[in-house]
């Protein structure tokens, strides 16, 4: 994939039954960088929602300071979530 789109766009992430606003780091056709104050544990299941993109799902796979990297299965799916975001993100304030 093309080189990663950076922005911190608030999305919804939701959790083991919560919900939180975290900011976009980074996306890609892989996965994402999400800043979070309460990450959840490493290898849950999530939910990611952009206001734009719409949502997808994926497992947490890295957790460090204020941030956790989530993966995607990378399906089809999983690039045009990424690259709807990327669009979204490039074309809205």
Do not use: K, Y
């Given at each position: ?19 939180q ?16 104050r ?19 799902i ?11 990297r ?24």
């Amino acid at each position: 994939m093309a080189s990663r789109w950076r922005r911190r766009r608030v999305c919804e992430l939701r959790a083991e039954g919560m919900a939180q606003m975290v900011a976009l780091r980074d996306i890609s056709g892989s996965g994402a960088r999400l800043d979070t104050r309460h990450p959840p544990a490493l290898g849950a299941q999530v939910e990611l929602r952009h206001p734009h993109a719409g949502s997808i799902i994926a497992r947490v796979s890295e957790i460090g300071e204020g941030e956790i990297r989530i993966s995607f299965d990378r399906q089809e799916g999983s690039v045009a979530f990424a690259l709807g975001a990327i669009a979204a993100d490039m074309t809205r304030d």
